[in-house]
């Protein structure tokens, strides 16, 4: 498996706040890029951070999406935490005609189902109040299917709104789950709930191992309405709450009809959860990544990778899944 060199932009120092909280983020999960600008969510904030491109040595500052306050202590905080884990931008829509930015919980646990939606104004700010999205239903329902539920991921193109399962060691099944994205975009608007039976397909996945650990879900990315790039970490866990060492991550490129066209290696042991498209120029993709360091005394960081398309076509790596239908 072809190895891809990584580069470090920067940490996620961060404008303090009042309470005793590290001035940098540690946990980030997901992120998305605007012009100059880089939103990250981290699964143990109620807030949203926000990043100066231009200037990396500028702190970033918070946007609080959640009311309340977690305890600071890290076993209680990782006990009352919101989760969110994936953040993704939605392009301007009948209810948004200039976008939002839609916050995903990872629904592992029953308290973890609060998400968040922030509609963007013309110049590309965030424009009233954080819009609390439901996402109990679909806890409740795909919990059933996947005993391990932890959604990791989630795209939104013209056709398809989809969610991305990730699977551990003891619970593997990584997965992909369809929604016709207007009806997606609707719920979010109407009742603030997406429903399980909007659903209409789910797709079951083996991304094989990285030195011996099974490769779950960790993000994913619409690169264009063909293709999804995404993100899959070797994480040694046999459950979607406890966290394990990390034996590296991968970046893969997936077809949109669910097919795994093949999966390059990221260099380190690093856990990378967010992942967003920098630039691209015909087949040359330029990428940022974020990884959680699931320690709260080590800052989280920027980063980039450069890849080719034609790195991802000259693999030799059939990834099968499993599709299903709903009735």
Same mark, same amino acid.
């Given at each position: 498996?072809?190895?891809?060199?990584?580069?470090?932009?920067?940490?996620?120092?961060?404008?303090?706040?009042?309470?005793?909280?590290?001035?940098?983020?540690?946990?980030?999960?997901?992120?998305?890029?605007?012009?100059?600008?880089?939103?990250?969510?981290?699964?143990?904030?109620?807030?949203?951070?926000?990043?100066?491109?231009?200037?990396?040595?500028?702190?970033?500052?918070?946007?609080?999406?959640?009311?309340?306050?977690?305890?600071?202590?890290?076993?209680?905080?990782?006990?009352?935490?919101?989760?969110?884990?994936?953040?993704?931008?939605?392009?301007?829509?009948?209810?948004?005609?200039?976008?939002?930015?839609?916050?995903?919980?990872?629904?592992?646990?029953?308290?973890?189902?609060?998400?968040?939606?922030?509609?963007?104004?013309?110049?590309?700010?965030?424009?009233?109040?954080?819009?609390?999205?439901?996402?109990?239903?679909?806890?409740?329902?795909?919990?059933?299917?996947?005993?391990?539920?932890?959604?990791?991921?989630?795209?939104?193109?013209?056709?398809?709104?989809?969610?991305?399962?990730?699977?551990?060691?003891?619970?593997?099944?990584?997965?992909?789950?369809?929604?016709?994205?207007?009806?997606?975009?609707?719920?979010?608007?109407?009742?603030?709930?997406?429903?399980?039976?909007?659903?209409?397909?789910?797709?079951?996945?083996?991304?094989?191992?990285?030195?011996?650990?099974?490769?779950?879900?960790?993000?994913?990315?619409?690169?264009?309405?063909?293709?999804?790039?995404? *993100?899959?970490?070797?994480? !040694? =866990? /046999? @459950?979607?709450? &406890?966290?394990?060492?990390?034996?590296?991550?991968? +970046?893969? %490129?997936?077809?949109?009809?669910?097919?795994?066209?093949?999966?390059?290696?990221?260099?380190?042991?690093?856990?990378?959860?967010?992942?967003?498209?920098?630039?691209?120029?015909?087949?040359?993709?330029? *990428?940022?990544?974020?990884? !959680? =360091? /699931? @320690?709260?005394? &080590?800052?989280?960081?920027?980063?980039?990778?450069? +890849?080719? %398309?034609?790195?991802?076509?000259?693999?030799?790596?059939?990834?099968?899944?499993?599709?299903?239908?709903?009735?």
């Amino acid at each position: 498996m072809k190895t891809v060199s990584v580069t470090k932009i920067r940490d996620f120092n961060i404008e303090p706040t009042k309470i005793k909280r590290p001035e940098y983020v540690f946990a980030a999960s997901g992120l998305v890029k605007l012009g100059d600008k880089i939103f990250v969510v981290a699964d143990d904030e109620l807030h949203l951070a926000e990043f100066d491109l231009k200037d990396k040595n500028k702190p970033g500052k918070w946007y609080r999406m959640l009311p309340g306050n977690l305890p600071l202590e890290y076993k209680p905080r990782k006990k009352a935490k919101p989760d969110l884990e994936a953040l993704t931008y939605l392009n301007p829509y009948q209810y948004a005609p200039h976008g939002a930015l839609l916050a995903v919980p990872s629904m592992s646990k029953a308290n973890r189902i609060e998400g968040i939606l922030l509609v963007l104004d013309k110049t590309g700010q965030i424009s009233g109040q954080p819009l609390p999205i439901d996402f109990s239903k679909l806890q409740e329902h795909l919990s059933i299917q996947f005993p391990g539920l932890n959604i990791e991921g989630i795209t939104v193109d013209k056709e398809t709104a989809r969610l991305y399962q990730r699977g551990n060691r003891k619970q593997g099944q990584n997965a992909v789950i369809d929604f016709k994205a207007k009806d997606f975009l609707r719920d979010l608007h109407d009742t603030h709930t997406p429903k399980p039976e909007n659903i209409f397909c789910t797709k079951e996945f083996d991304l094989g191992k990285l030195d011996g650990q099974v490769l779950g879900f960790t993000d994913a990315v619409c690169l264009d309405e063909a293709h999804i790039l995404f *993100l899959a970490a070797a994480e !040694d =866990t /046999d @459950d979607a709450y &406890k966290d394990g060492k990390c034996f590296g991550s991968v +970046v893969g %490129l997936m077809n949109a009809n669910g097919s795994v066209k093949g999966i390059l290696k990221l260099d380190g042991k690093q856990k990378f959860e967010g992942l967003c498209v920098h630039s691209r120029d015909k087949s040359q993709i330029e *990428l940022f990544l974020v990884a !959680d =360091t /699931d @320690d709260e005394t &080590k800052p989280s960081a920027l980063y980039a990778i450069s +890849v080719n %398309l034609k790195d991802f076509e000259t693999l030799e790596s059939a990834v099968p899944f499993e599709y299903e239908t709903f009735a």
